[in-house]
C-alpha cells in the first residue's frame, strides 16, 4: 500500500476515533470534528482568521528578523573566534533556559499590551538559539577551507563572509528552522497573555466569551497548520 | 583555567552594567540576590523548585515512554512513519499554552493539567527526532546483525538500540531542556507552587519584581544543572562513541 | 561445490549491473574478485551472500540454494563493520551464545594477534585493528565461508601489507573457504589461488586465472609479475606510467 494512502487513512481513522470519544464522554464542553469545522468556517466567513493570522505572522516576521540581523551575525564571529566563544559562552548557556515566557512580566512592564510585546519576547526567545546555531555552524567549517582563505591573504570580515558563511549554510539553515518553530509557540504563547488579537488570543477569547471550545480547538487547528507551512515554506527555500 | 577567568570577567562586566543601569521598577542584581535569600528563608526556594522539578519528571518521563518506542517504531517501519507522522507533525506546531484550555476541560485545576503540558511538549520532537535517528544507521550494522542470524527483536535490541543512543541522548536532552521551559509557562496557570507560579504571582499580587527575576535567575540556574548531568551521562563508554 | 553461481545476473531498474555469471569455488578455496570500480563485483558478492537476490539465475551452497544471509557465510564488511558500542571482546562474541562466548574470545583474540586490547573500544583502535577486529567476530561463529569485500581499502599500503600476511596466515589456521572482492591486482596474485577477472559496464567474467605459485609467495619472482603483469594486461591497463 503506498504511503500516501497509508497517511489518509491514518487521518481519516483519528477524525473517527476523535468523534467517537467525544461523543462517549461526559465533557460536554469537547468538541467534536464536525463542530471544529463549522467553527473554522464561521472564523475563515467573519474575516477573523485571516486578521488573526497575519497579526501573528506579523509579530513572528518582526521578531524573527531582529534575532536572525542580531544573533546570526554575532554567533558566526564568536564561534569563528574561538576565544571569544569561551569568554561569552557560560552567560549564553545560563540565559538559554529561561523560559521566553519568564520575560512576560517584564516585557508588558516595558512595552505595555501590544505588538511590541509580542515581537520582544519572540526576539528573547529565538535570539540565543540562532546565536548558538551560528556558533556551532562557524566552528563546523573545515579547517582546510580556513586555511586555504588565509593564504589567499583575506582579512577576517572577508573571510567570514567569503568562507564561513557559505560553509556553514547549511547547519545554519537547520538551526534558522528550529528557531522559527520555537517563534512560532512563542508568538501563540505570548499572545494568550500578552496581547489582544492574533491566533493565540482567538483561543482566549474564545474560551472567555462563552466557552466556545469549538472555536478554540478551530484555532489550535489553524496554529497546527500555519506552523507546518512555515517549516515546510523554510525547508523549500533552503 | 584563564579563559574562565575571563568568562567570569565577562559575567561580572555584565552584572555590574545591570546594577548600573536599572531602572526604579526594575531592580538590579543586588536586590535579586536579596530576592533569592528571602525565598530561601521564607522556604519557598526548595519548595518551588521541588514542585517544578517533580512535574517535569512526571511529564518528562511520559514523553520519553511514548515518544521513544513511537519514534523506533517509526523510524523502523515506513508505513507506521507515513500513519503517524501527518499527525505528529500538525500537532507539533501548536505550542503548549494554546492547549491549556482543553487540558484543563480536561483535567480541571491541579497537578495533572501541567504534567500533561508537559508531556505533550516533549513527545512530538522526541518520537521525531528518534525516528530520524533510526534511518541514520548505516544498514551495515543490521545487515550484519541478520547475517549472524539474529531474529527481528534481537537485532532491535542488540544493534539499532545501542547505534542510536549517542544521538538519541543528544536529542532526550534537547527535549529536557524544552520541558523546563514549559514548566514555567504550565505554572502560570492552574496550579499554586511552582517557579512559574512565583513568576507570575509575585507580579500580580505585589509587583514585586526582585522576586520575579530571583525565579527566572533560579530557572536558569536549574535548567543548566539539568543540562549538565545529562551531558555527564554522555561519557559512558558505550555510547561516548558518537561523541567525538 | 561448496558455492556455485549459474547465470547469475543483476539489473537494477534500467541498468545492467551484471551480465550473466558462472562461478564454483571449492571447499577451502581463496577466491579474489578483482576488477575495477563499478564492475559490480560487490554487488556479485552481496548476491553470493545472500543479501541481494539476482533478478536472473541462482546461488547454491553445498547444493542448497541460497535465499537469504547465513550464519554459515559470514560478510566481513571494510572495518566500519565494528559495532563501536561493544569492546573488543564484545565485538567479537556478537555472533555466539552466551554459554560458549567467553571460550570463544580467548581463542580468537590471540590468533588475530589483539591480545591485551578485549576491553578497549574500536574508536580507540586503528583500522588494522579493527579490521582485525571484524574477521575474528566472524571467526567466531565457525563459518564455512568467509565474504570480504575489499577489506583492506581503507587502510595505509604498509598495513595493507601486514594484513594480508595476517589474513593468508588466519585462513591456513582456520581452514575456510575465502571469497575476497578488491580494485587491487597485486594484492588479488598475493592472495589467491584462483583470481576471477572481471570487467566493468556491464559487469562480466573476463577471465579465470589460476595462480599456481607456492606459499609463502615471493612478489619479485617472474612467475608473479607475469601473472600479475598477464591479469593487467586483460583489464586493458598499460605497462608504463
Not at chain 2, 536579596?34 to 525565598?39: A, D, F, M, W
Amino acid at each position: 500500500m503506498r504511503n500516501w494512502m497509508v497517511s489518509a487513512i491514518a487521518i481519516a481513522v483519528a477524525i473517527v476515533a476523535w468523534d467517537v470519544a467525544v461523543r462517549l464522554s461526559d465533557h460536554t464542553l469537547i468538541p467534536g470534528p464536525v463542530a471544529v469545522v463549522r467553527a473554522l468556517g464561521e472564523l475563515a466567513s467573519t474575516g477573523r482568521l485571516f486578521r488573526y493570522a497575519i497579526a501573528s505572522l506579523f509579530r513572528v516576521t518582526w521578531g524573527f528578523t531582529l534575532a536572525i540581523a542580531v544573533g546570526v551575525p554575532i554567533g558566526l564571529a564568536l564561534g569563528w573566534w574561538q576565544r571569544g566563544a569561551r569568554i561569552v559562552g557560560p552567560v549564553i548557556q545560563f540565559m538559554r533556559p529561561i523560559s521566553p515566557l519568564a520575560w512576560i512580566p517584564l516585557a508588558i512592564l516595558w512595552f505595555g499590551v501590544g505588538d511590541a510585546s509580542a515581537i520582544f519576547l519572540i526576539f528573547i526567545a529565538t535570539v540565543l538559539p540562532l546565536m548558538m546555531t551560528a556558533m556551532q555552524a562557524a566552528r563546523g567549517v573545515h579547517r582546510v577551507h580556513a586555511m586555504a582563505a588565509r593564504n589567499f591573504g583575506l582579512s577576517g570580515v572577508q573571510i567570514l563572509r567569503r568562507v564561513v558563511l557559505p560553509s556553514a549554510r547549511a547547519d545554519l539553515v537547520a538551526g534558522i528552522r528550529v528557531a522559527l518553530g520555537i517563534a512560532w509557540l512563542v508568538v501563540v504563547a505570548a499572545e494568550m497573555i500578552a496581547v489582544n488579537s492574533g491566533l493565540g488570543f482567538q483561543i482566549v477569547d474564545a474560551r472567555n466569551a462563552g466557552d466556545r471550545y469549538d472555536l478554540v480547538v478551530a484555532g489550535m487547528l489553524t496554529i497546527g497548520l500555519i506552523g507546518l507551512m512555515l517549516d515546510n515554506a523554510i525547508r523549500r527555500a533552503a | 583555567m584563564r579563559s574562565r577567568l575571563e568568562a567570569l570577567a565577562f559575567a561580572l562586566v555584565l552584572l555590574g552594567a545591570w546594577q548600573l543601569l536599572h531602572g526604579k521598577v526594575v531592580p538590579g542584581p543586588v536586590e535579586v540576590a536579596k530576592g533569592i535569600g528571602e525565598l530561601w528563608e521564607r522556604g519557598l526556594l526548595v519548595k518551588y523548585a521541588l514542585d517544578s522539578l517533580r512535574r517535569v519528571a512526571i511529564g518528562y518521563a511520559v514523553a520519553c515512554a511514548l515518544g521513544i518506542p513511537l519514534g523506533l517504531w517509526m523510524g523502523l517501519s515506513s508505513t507506521v512513519f507515513a500513519a503517524a507522522n501527518p499527525l505528529v507533525q500538525i500537532l507539533r506546531p501548536i505550542s503548549p499554552i494554546a492547549w491549556i484550555p482543553i487540558a484543563i476541560v480536561i483535567f480541571g485545576i491541579g497537578e495533572a493539567a501541567p504534567i500533561f503540558l508537559i508531556a505533550l511538549a516533549g513527545v512530538f520532537p522526541i518520537a521525531s527526532a528518534v525516528a530520524a535517528h533510526v534511518r541514520t544507521v548505516p544498514p551495515m550494522f543490521v545487515a550484519a546483525a541478520r547475517n549472524f542470524g539474529l531474529s527481528e527483536p534481537q537485532i532491535v535490541r542488540r544493534v539499532l538500540f545501542p547505534a542510536v543512543l549517542p544521538q538519541m541522548l543528544s536529542s532526550l536532552r534537547l527535549a529536557l531542556g524544552v520541558c523546563w521551559i514549559v514548566v514555567v509557562a504550565a505554572e502560570m496557570i492552574a496550579v499554586d507552587s511552582g517557579l512559574g507560579y512565583l513568576i507570575i504571582d509575585a507580579r500580580n499580587a505585589g509587583k514585586r519584581y526582585d522576586l520575579v527575576i530571583a525565579g527566572m535567575v533560579l530557572v536558569g540556574a536549574i535548567g543548566l544543572v539539568l543540562d549538565m548531568l545529562f551531558r555527564a551521562l554522555e561519557k559512558i563508554p558505550s555510547v561516548r562513541w558518537g561523541f567525538r | 561445490m561448496k558455492l556455485e553461481a549459474s547465470g547469475v545476473a543483476m539489473r537494477f531498474g534500467e541498468v545492467n549491473v551484471l551480465e550473466p555469471v558462472e562461478l564454483s569455488v571449492r571447499e577451502g578455496e581463496f577466491v579474489c574478485i578483482v576488477g575495477p570500480s563499478g564492475c559490480g563485483k560487490s554487488t556479485l558478492l552481496q548476491i553470493l551472500a545472500g543479501f541481494i537476490a539476482p533478478t536472473a539465475g541462482r546461488v547454491t551452497a553445498d547444493g542448497v540454494a541460497v535465499t537469504r544471509p547465513d550464519r554459515k557465510r559470514i560478510f566481513v564488511f571494510q572495518e566500519r563493520g565494528v559495532f563501536p558500542w561493544l569492546t573488543v571482546a564484545e565485538n567479537i562474541g556478537f555472533g555466539v551464545e552466551k554459554a560458549k562466548r567467553d571460550a570463544k574470545v580467548k581463542e580468537l583474540v590471540p590468533l588475530v594477534g589483539l591480545e591485551g586490547f578485549e576491553k578497549t573500544y574500536p574508536h580507540e583502535l586503528s583500522g588494522g585493528m579493527k579490521q582485525r577486529v571484524e574477521v575474528a567476530r566472524a571467526l567466531a561463529v565457525d563459518p564455512d565461508v568467509l565474504f570480504l569485500d575489499e577489506p583492506f581499502g581503507a587502510l595505509d599500503s604498509i598495513t595493507r601489507l601486514t594484513m594480508r600476511a595476517e589474513l593468508l596466515r588466519i585462513w591456513q589456521a582456520a581452514k575456510k573457504t575465502v571469497l575476497f572482492v578488491t580494485h587491487d591486482v597485486d594484492e588479488s596474485v598475493q592472495l589467491a589461488d584462483r583470481v576471477i577477472v572481471m570487467s566493468a559496464r556491464p559487469g562480466r567474467i573476463r577471465a579465470v586465472v589460476d595462480v599456481d605459485i607456492p606459499r609463502p609467495r615471493d612478489i619479485s619472482s617472474p612467475r608473479y609479475l607475469e601473472l600479475r603483469d598477464g591479469i593487467l594486461a586483460e583489464i586493458g591497463l598499460a605497462h608504463e606510467i
